[in-house]
Antibody
């Protein structure tokens, strides 16, 4: 079964760092791009960036470049999203999803990781 | 890159048909057949419903169909059911962003 399993919810303070994960299974992880999507409370979906785990090529949305870092470790079939200094405005649900480049769509999604940043 | 424009809400009675629009520009929706649609029930992972404007993934009901005319793509849900009540998002390839993709603003579908 193809699935993406994300790390558990996190509660952090402003200024702290954080790295959340997305582990793929049931398919050849290096061969499919992984996208990260943000959903702030009561808001819509936003593309953050996308990574090719096979060669770590990364593309960021202009809105998120410099704000987060996307990475992947193909040896353990895991992609990551990290922050060096969280802000309250980073409070959101974060989803990873497998991207099919042939049809330019996200065909399999993780369950989401809720990040809460509060003092 | 601004989000693609969708109506905030659309409603319909059971067994009726509804259509959700997704308006962009020639740099995204109008220029490429790379529009996809996602269904999102609160608290669950989004689900791909349509890709490449009008193609349904395996397992998606044929009550869901997609089309495009000019800079506007549309998702039609026929034979509306209670379980169709959810948020729906379009997404398109775009040349206006270094990322290459943009979501729509999202539409809340209510089954009356």
């Amino acid at each position: 079964e193809v699935q993406l399993v994300q790390s558990e919810a996190e509660v952090k303070k402003p200024g702290e760092s954080l790295k959340i994960s997305c582990k793929g299974s049931g398919y050849s992880f290096p061969n499919y791009w992984i996208g990260w999507v943000r959903q702030m409370p009561g808001k819509g979906l936003e593309w953050m960036g996308i990574i090719s785990p096979g060669d770590s090529v990364i593309r960021y949305s202009p809105s998120f470049r410099g704000q987060v870092t996307i990475s992947a470790d193909k040896s353990i079939s895991t992609a990551y999203l990290q922050w060096s200094s969280l802000k309250a405005s980073d409070t959101a649900m974060y989803y990873c999803a497998r991207h099919l480049t042939t049809v330019m769509a996200l065909d399999m999604w993780g369950q989401g990781t809720l990040v809460t940043v509060s003092s | 890159q601004s989000a693609l424009t969708q109506p905030a809400s659309v409603s319909g009675s059971p067994r009726q048909s509804i259509t959700i629009s997704c308006t962009g520009t020639s740099s995204d929706v109008g220029g490429y057949n790379s529009v996809s649609w996602y269904q999102h029930h609160p608290g669950k992972a989004p689900k791909l419903m349509i890709y490449e404007v009008s193609n349904r993934p395996s397992g998606v009901s044929n009550r869901f169909s997609g089309s495009k005319s000019g800079n506007t793509a549309s998702l039609t849900i026929s034979g509306l059911r209670a379980e169709d009540e959810a948020d729906y998002y379009c997404s398109s390839y775009t040349i206006s962003s270094t990322l290459g993709y943009v979501f729509g603003t999202g539409t809340k579908v209510t089954v009356l």
